[in-house]
């Protein structure tokens, strides 16, 4: 009877740590600076985007983002855990706390925001789903696709705009879903799919690592709207306003004309904004918890969005995509941040 | 009174044992019931929606191999079944594929042949002993480096191997083909009762009749004489390639065939070493005593050592076939669309419902392999010893 009795107590005790555990929501905050570095959900590998390295070091402008919430928090860029998710996974990752935010190129939609229980905190790359083909086939427009094997990516929302583009347009297509990115490079070179359809940053991505780039070719249609953006778990508001602001705090940086090059001297600056910004009015930083020179650090170590933008995905690099969408707003553009006061 | 049931449960061994066992499923009842509670109140604690509400919603995605109609507009519960079906039809083909596989090549290792009994041990090793994910993979990458869809080539007149599948000419069943169906299966029924009458009469009299020719003959010819007396009401579609892809006809797709290769293969290795553990298992007097008796070898195999073996081999099978069907849920490797893909995979990530579409899908699965036990443990029942023996 009393080993039934301790049993009894025993698997009464392990239930209720499990709930206390299970029930313990302390903020992300306090989490991330108590483990002593960021978890941060990236892609699992899209050169320009999120990528590491021949050196093993994380690469892109969604990683950038990781590194500038880093920088933020501890005052060091480097203190990020990549934890790479496939499309599939990546909420489900964030959801159950595994990663404190999910920065991997990924739609900001209703659904997601609002169902998913996750918080869109801002637009770090202006996207649309395109289509490339190989040149040989002829085709100059995406109408002329009728009949195509398409690859896509399953569990994205290109997967929804395919169907509704196909559908609107009388067309028909066969659907040769696979599960990442580098399979659907495989199939389509393999000839498996004639068309490859993902946002148009994929593509460019995709097609700067073939063997023979200018084989390729991306439609001109742009089916859908993609605000690709960091997300975290909805109901900490806190820890979204650090990551919202460390991500506007590159945009102003670029609209202020502040680079990782003259952040020094710009602290001399007499522009308000810029002294707010750098934190040498103090107070800005303690309204979000944390140390004034947090937006110093970020665009001295990560450097501002245009360097970002430039260094992993501009004209310059092997993807070579136009900034378009993604200029500043005085510059053509939509990227828009809100002020700094 | 009180006492003394207080007394019996604690010293009478039987209602001690009952106390127990009833103690215990209690609590792992309580156990479970207090985790879903947890997960409930986590879910709503993070604003995560839950129900099954979802099944009713248009899934706004294309499935493309598929045995039912399915476009972007059904609902998920259709996707559903598409799954299943596409699951059911893999893990059917597979068995079906891997279990004739199977007998072939454990019979073959027990042949007197030194080439063929050492090359069907050399796949036995070798395919039992690589991860079948791996396997799938490599066929489905051989299939991938087929010839593209213009340099198609044409094996038979409308037929057509390329990397996006097999193309085929798919049958047009026109008016009075249900008329040859139906004599197809009236041969059948009757060639059953001519084998009783024949058996009957061979028992009655010691003659031997050629029963298996008659019967092949009558289920072979009489479709045959009816297509003919109906006015051939049959017709083909031929695939043409027209733009992008082959209009038209029927389409194995390599995604099928991938997995089919890589889980029969894999499969047929086990159940070979079960047939040939079977027939070993038959011990050589009786082999031997029929022999004596002056039957033929093909006449020992199919009366003396089959009936016998079989007996050993059901039970191993069964969980063979388990497995086969368990690991038709690997097609997500190379996206066939099977139930742990479409619904399991996209379905889950368009909606977030993860438990309770990993509930229905590990369900789903449990019924198909409770299913499938329940037949071989009939089929495992007829093949016993009846009687007291």
């Known amino acids: 009877m009393t080993k039934i009795k301790s049993l009894f107590i025993s698997l009464l005790l392990t239930l209720g740590v499990s709930t206390a555990i299970a029930g313990s929501h302390g903020s992300t905050h306090d989490l991330v600076k108590e483990r002593g570095k960021l978890m941060c959900g990236s892609n699992t590998g899209l050169a320009g985007f999120g990528a590491p390295n021949d050196a093993g070091v994380w690469e892109g402008i969604d990683v950038d983002v990781c590194r500038a919430v880093a920088a933020a928090v501890f005052g060091d860029a480097s203190k990020v855990e990549y934890v790479p998710t496939t499309s599939k996974v990546r909420f489900t990752v964030l959801q159950s706390g595994e990663i404190d935010m999910l920065s991997r190129n990924t739609t900001w939609t209703l659904s997601r925001d609002v169902d998913l229980g996750l918080e869109f905190v801002g637009v770090n790359y202006y996207d649309g789903q395109g289509f490339m083909v190989s040149k040989d086939l002829g085709v100059s427009s995406a109408m002329e696709l009728d009949g195509a094997s398409v690859c896509i990516q399953v569990g994205t929302t290109t997967e929804m705009n395919l169907a509704d583009f196909f559908k609107a347009n009388g067309m028909s297509y066969e659907s040769v879903p696979v599960e990442t990115n580098s399979e659907a490079d495989a199939a389509y070179t393999a000839g498996r799919c004639d068309v490859y359809t993902t946002d148009a940053s994929g593509l460019y991505a995709s097609r700067a690592g073939y063997p023979d780039p200018s084989a390729h070719v991306v439609l001109p249609e742009i089916v859908s709207k993609e605000p690709l953006g960091p997300a975290v778990r909805h109901g900490d508001s806190e820890w979204a306003d650090i990551v919202r602001w460390s991500l506007n705090a590159m945009i102003i940086g670029e609209e202020l004309g502040i680079t990782s090059g003259n952040v020094d001297e710009m602290k001399s600056s007499n522009n308000p904004e810029v002294l707010r910004l750098l934190g040498v009015d103090a107070g800005y930083g303690a309204m979000l918890g944390l140390s004034d020179d947090w937006a110093y650090n970020i665009l001295s170590q990560v450097g501002n969005y245009s360097e970002s933008f430039e260094k992993h995905i501009g004209p310059n690099t092997p993807i070579n995509i136009q900034r378009g969408l993604n200029a500043l707003y005085k510059d053509g553009g939509i990227l828009y941040a809100p002020p700094f006061r | 009174?009180?006492?003394?049931?207080?007394?019996?449960?604690?010293?009478?061994?039987?209602?001690?044992?009952?106390?127990?066992?009833?103690?215990?499923?209690?609590?792992?009842?309580?156990?479970?019931?207090?985790?879903?509670?947890?997960?409930?109140?986590?879910?709503?604690?993070?604003?995560?929606?839950?129900?099954?509400?979802?099944?009713?919603?248009?899934?706004?995605?294309?499935?493309?191999?598929?045995?039912?109609?399915?476009?972007?507009?059904?609902?998920?519960?259709?996707?559903?079944?598409?799954?299943?079906?596409?699951?059911?039809?893999?893990?059917?083909?597979?068995?079906?594929?891997?279990?004739?596989?199977?007998?072939?090549?454990?019979?073959?290792?027990?042949?007197?042949?030194?080439?063929?009994?050492?090359?069907?041990?050399?796949?036995?090793?070798?395919?039992?002993?690589?991860?079948?994910?791996?396997?799938?993979?490599?066929?489905?990458?051989?299939?991938?480096?087929?010839?593209?869809?213009?340099?198609?080539?044409?094996?038979?007149?409308?037929?057509?191997?390329?990397?996006?599948?097999?193309?085929?000419?798919?049958?047009?069943?026109?008016?009075?083909?249900?008329?040859?169906?139906?004599?197809?299966?009236?041969?059948?029924?009757?060639?059953?009762?001519?084998?009783?009458?024949?058996?009957?009469?061979?028992?009655?009299?010691?003659?031997?009749?050629?029963?298996?020719?008659?019967?092949?003959?009558?289920i072979i010819f009489t479709p045959i004489l009816f297509y003919y007396i109906m006015g051939r009401p049959l017709e083909f579609d031929t695939p043409v390639l027209k733009g992008f892809n082959f209009k038209g006809g029927m389409v194995i797709r390599p995604e099928f065939l991938g997995m089919l290769f890589g889980l029969s293969i894999y499969t047929a290795a086990f159940i070979s070493e079960t047939v040939r553990s079977g027939i070993i298992a038959v011990s050589k007097g009786q082999r031997e005593a029929s022999q004596a008796l002056g039957l033929k070898n093909n006449l020992v195999m199919r009366l003396i050592v089959i009936p016998q073996a079989l007996r050993v081999i059901i039970p191993p099978l069964t969980s063979q076939y388990l497995n086969l069907t368990k690991n038709s849920s690997l097609g997500i490797a190379i996206g066939y669309a099977d139930l742990v893909h479409g619904f399991g995979g996209i379905s889950l990530n368009q909606t977030g419902r993860a438990i309770e579409i990993m509930l229905m899908v590990m369900l789903t699965y449990l019924t198909i392999s409770l299913t499938i036990s329940l037949f071989m443990n009939i089929y495992n029942k007829s093949v016993q010893f009846k009687g007291n023996a």
């Open chain 2, 1 to 218: 009174m009180e006492s003394y049931f207080v007394r019996k449960l604690i010293f009478d061994e039987k209602s001690r044992s009952l106390l127990i066992q009833t103690l215990v499923i209690g609590l792992f009842a309580l156990f479970i019931y207090l985790i879903a509670q947890q997960t409930a109140y986590n879910l709503e604690k993070r604003g995560i929606s839950s129900g099954f509400d979802f099944l009713n919603i248009s899934a706004g995605y294309d499935i493309s191999i598929r045995l039912i109609p399915f476009t972007s507009e059904d609902t998920h519960l259709r996707a559903y079944f598409v799954g299943l079906l596409n699951t059911l039809m893999i893990a059917v083909c597979g068995c079906f594929l891997a279990t004739i596989m199977g007998f072939l090549v454990g019979v073959i290792r027990l042949s007197s042949n030194w080439l063929f009994r050492n090359i069907a041990y050399v796949y036995v090793e070798f395919t039992r002993n690589v991860p079948v994910l791996l396997q799938i993979i490599l066929y489905y990458s051989i299939l991938l480096h087929l010839p593209k869809i213009k340099q198609a080539i044409e094996i038979f007149d409308g037929f057509f191997l390329t990397n996006r599948g097999f193309f085929t000419p798919s049958p047009i069943f026109k008016d009075g083909f249900s008329i040859v169906l139906w004599s197809f299966i009236v041969a059948i029924l009757a060639s059953i009762f001519i084998k009783r009458i024949l058996k009957k009469k061979q028992e009655q009299t010691g003659k031997q009749y050629p029963i298996f020719y008659i019967n092949s003959a009558l």
